[in-house]
């Protein structure tokens, strides 16, 4: 059973939903990513998303491009992520951490040599927004003959047959994109959402995580009611960019504590 499973199960049984916060790895700097990381454990987080930045983020709205460029310009790369992760496991080895970012670093490694240099680092999941579900068997396979769950973005417009697509490739959860635009946009309609959820859970019988327009308590406690887990990115990159970087982890600790009482009010 992957930690991503764990960890479901385990909150179920608790009738709790999970808090996923995204960071990108080596913003603002590089030296933070891993004590950031062991702070959102502390404030809360159940599954950490880390962004691997990447020049042309497509999904990404302004927010997080301002993130991946910080950490660019800091010469974070693909190579260099993983060893945050490896990092982050010589003292915390429970805490699944997913990889999210685009295709060309992992081209250009090549699959099945990241797939399994993501094992040894401690990856837990790999979401790749450019790869489409139609184009992913193979990825899928690489992802797990290596032990990782390979997760994929699901969204208002997905069809009935991407959805079942998506049902034969997945494992760990999916992502149910809440809004119609990049992240940060836009604002969430729970209602819709809700709406959707439940043909969505059923179709694929993963927990279905749902981010974008997640912005504080209330928003992350409407989603939480409605799905197996509130993922949180451009409103904690806006407290990062936004304050000294020696005060950057206590700022997403406090907000990041506020959206799990949030998320916690909802269901207890």
Do not use: W
């Not at 302004?62 to 310009?73: F, G, M, N, V």
């Not at 080895?93 to 490694?109: D, F, K, S």
């Not at 494992?171 to 946009?185: C, M, Q, R, W």
């Amino acid at each position: 059973m992957s930690k991503i499973q764990a960890a479901f199960e385990r909150l179920q049984a608790q009738r709790r939903r999970a808090l996923i916060p995204f960071i990108t790895a080596g913003d603002p700097d590089p030296a933070l990513t891993v004590p950031m990381m062991h702070t959102l454990v502390e404030a809360g987080a159940d599954i950490i998303e880390l962004g691997v930045p990447f020049s042309d983020p497509m999904a990404d709205g302004p927010t997080i491009q301002r993130a991946s460029e910080r950490a660019l310009a800091k010469g974070v790369s693909l190579r260099g992520v993983l060893e945050m992760v490896a990092n982050f496991r010589a003292d915390n080895n429970e805490t699944p951490v997913v990889l999210m970012g685009y295709a060309n670093p992992i081209e250009a490694m090549g699959v099945n040599a990241f797939a399994a240099a993501a094992f040894d680092a401690g990856v837990d999941g790999v979401l790749v927004v450019d790869y489409p579900p139609e184009e992913s068997a193979d990825f899928a396979k690489a992802m797990r003959d290596n032990a990782l769950d390979p997760i994929f973005l699901l969204a208002p417009t997905s069809t009935e047959a991407r959805v079942a697509m998506v049902a034969e490739r997945a494992s760990g959860y999916v992502y149910y994109v809440s809004l119609k635009g990049v992240t940060g946009s836009a604002e969430l309609d729970v209602d819709a959402v809700a709406r959707r959820i439940p043909k969505i859970r059923s179709t694929v019988g993963l927990p279905v995580g749902v981010g974008f327009g997640i912005r504080d308590a209330q928003t992350a406690a409407a989603i939480a009611r409605v799905a197996d887990a509130v993922i949180v990115g451009s409103r904690i990159i806006e407290e990062i960019e936004h304050v000294p970087a020696n005060e950057v982890c206590a700022k997403v600790k406090r907000l990041v504590a506020e959206l799990r009482r949030g998320v916690d009010e909802a269901v207890g």
